[in-house]
């Protein structure tokens, strides 16, 4: 069977970059952040990619708000066309879910993949709020996807190491666990063969957002004690302490 | 009169604490209100009981269909109580399960939801308070005013007990519809070559490790001070360790009497799998990184200039 498959990806600012507060005090200073395609979303649109080619079908990525580069990136994976909703729906993940179920009302298709969570909000609800709103059946967490006639087999992942298997019924929307695959680079061929593909752009009402950012702030912790000094001066230190706790 | 549920989430046979933790919360926003238990199942007299000591009432929804866990069975349950016993706020453990099924409970409510919550204030509207990009930052939110609201919490957090004697009501609610979705079965762990959580020496390697080729440095390590190696995530996702050798809440909990965090930023997901080691000791280049909130030293630096000379000075003592 073949399988037409829409994958949710978004750009955003990498966790790992330079994270400070914005001068406002309700959101974070552009200064220093490093975006790119949300690392979740780069295993949801490489098993997509992988099932495609499987199974054949047809692979369509969605981006909301400034998602141009990533867009670009999952056309050059491998993706065949791109829809890029102009909006930003900033933390609020129920206008983000909203804005994709307008945008993708004339599409039809099998199964929806996203990433468990963005990177930089780690929300976790865009994917299950659209599964949600288009009353189909879901399941998140996902560390494996193999089709079946008519349906998919999943293994999810829960606490401790467990996972759970289940099946689901297509249409279905599946959110990807990291490390469900290993993505694979971009190509000279690939980033080529992108610039002939369509990516559109498809302006939606989104509605009313749920919650409004009051305030960002670095959280209150209690730090380490620090270790200063040459490489040399700092194992001699760290020596001295597993030796008065009898650990050498 | 705020009537808050608490959804208890009972895993392999047993009552997760993060039930309680939930009613600890419940027990502190009620005001004049309620703080009421739901939970869900075959077999839960036990647990019920359980509840009741932090609840004001215990909502028991039994059947044999609810014996295995399932998002569409669980939200068609508890629309069906909430249809009939209207909350104001909802809490489910922001759990592989919770945080899965409390998105489509949200939409079925038409509530607004927040997940991962840390803190939680009805004094002036309703503020939830939150951790973003992994923990460096955290944020305020303030929800839009509606009939109800949902919220996944996050474990470990709202840990002062609340004691209550409530009673346990027996809902009566049974599945209204067969899911869509079908479970298959609980898929075990993999066993490896050696047990991380038994260690009294762990080094564990996070992102700044770079590449599989670097794992050796730790290994070395390791050697060196009898310990074995572990690694957060990242490290497990890009295949450089196997998935036994996993630290954090979806892989082990270790508590040895050192944990070495190298290159390890600290996700919650990783802290809950190592902050009850004795001593913790963390080296990273970020002096940001929030896994220096759990360690006693830290070092902020490249781990490929104070590994190789730790190893040094180890074998220069130890002869």
């Known amino acids: 069977m073949t399988l037409k498959i829409i994958v949710l990806a978004k750009h955003a600012a990498d966790p790992e970059s330079e994270i400070h507060v914005s001068a406002d005090g309700k959101g974070v200073d552009e200064k220093g952040l490093v975006f790119d395609i949300n690392d979740w979303d780069r295993y949801a649109i490489e098993e997509a990619i992988r099932i495609k080619e499987e199974h054949g079908g047809e692979v369509v990525v969605v981006g909301v708000g400034y998602a141009d580069d990533t867009l670009r990136k999952c056309l050059a994976m491998g993706a065949d066309r791109a829809i890029k909703i102009p909006l930003d729906s900033g ?28 990177q930089d909000y780690n929300n976790a609800l865009t994917g299950p709020i659209l599964a949600g709103m288009l009353d189909i059946p879901y399941a998140t967490a996902v560390t494996s996807i193999s089709v079946e ?5 999943v293994v999810r992942e829960l606490e401790g190491g467990y996972g759970e298997e289940n099946t689901l019924p297509l249409p279905a929307l599946i959110t990807v666990q990291s490390g469900i695959n290993e993505p694979r680079y971009v190509s000279i061929m690939g980033i080529k063969r992108a610039k002939t593909k369509e990516l559109k752009e498809i302006s939606v009402d989104a509605g009313e957002g749920r919650i409004q950012v009051e305030k960002v702030y670095v959280p ?25 706790r009898g650990l050498i | 009169m705020m009537r808050v549920f608490a959804i208890a989430e009972v895993s392999s046979g047993e009552l997760d604490p993060v039930s309680i933790e939930l009613l600890n919360l419940a027990n502190a926003i009620k005001g004049e209100g309620s703080a009421e238990a739901v939970v869900i199942g075959n077999n839960l007299s036990e647990f019920a009981g359980e509840l009741a000591k932090h609840a004001d009432k215990v909502w028991k929804i039994e059947d044999g269909s609810l014996e295995n866990y399932n998002p569409e069975m669980y939200v068609d349950v508890l629309l069906q109580l909430f249809s009939r016993e209207k909350p104001d706020v909802v809490l489910i453990p922001n759990s592989s399960r919770g945080a899965e099924f409390a998105p ?8 607004p939801i927040v997940t991962d919550i840390v803190g939680l204030d009805f004094s002036n509207g309703v503020k939830a308070t939150r951790y973003i990009f992994q923990g460096k930052l955290l944020v305020d939110v303030l929800v839009k005013e509606s009939e109800s609201y949902v919220f996944t919490v996050r474990q470990g957090v709202f840990k002062d007990e609340c004691r209550v004697e409530g009673e346990v009501v027996d809902s009566g609610i049974k599945p209204s519809a067969s899911p869509k979705r079908e479970f298959v079965g609980i898929v075990e762990p993999e066993a490896g070559e050696v047990d991380i959580s038994q260690a009294d020496i762990v080094v564990s390697v996070g992102r700044g490790i770079d590449d599989a080729s670097n794992i050796e440095l730790a290994e070395e390590l390791a050697e060196v001070l009898g310990g074995v190696v572990a690694g957060s995530r990242p490290v497990i996702d890009s295949g450089w360790l196997p998935k036994d050798r996993q630290v954090g809440i979806s892989g082990k909990t270790v508590k040895p009497k050192l944990y070495l965090a190298l290159g390890i930023s600290g996700a919650f997901q990783h802290i809950m799998g190592m ?33 190789p000379a730790l190893i040094e000075k180890l074998r220069e003592v130890k002869g």
């Open chain 2, 104 to 111: 489509l409970l949200a939409v079925k409510l038409s509530a």
């Open chain 1, 91 to 118: 933390m609020d993940s129920y206008m983000t879910a909203m804005a994709v179920k307008e945008a993708i009302a004339d599409e039809t298709f099998d199964l929806i993949l996203a990433g468990l969570m963005s």
């Open chain 1, 149 to 153: 006639d008519g349906k998919i087999r």
């Open chain 2, 275 to 307: 902050k009850d080691s004795e001593l913790i000791i963390a080296v990273n280049k970020d002096p940001e990184a929030p896994i220096f909130g759990v360690a006693q030293y830290g070092i902020v630096g490249d781990l490929f200039d104070v590994v």
């Open chain 1, 220 to 244: 209150p912790v209690e730090k380490a004690e620090l270790i200063e000094g040459s490489p040399e001066e700092i194992a001699e230190k760290l020596v001295e302490i597993l030796k008065d």
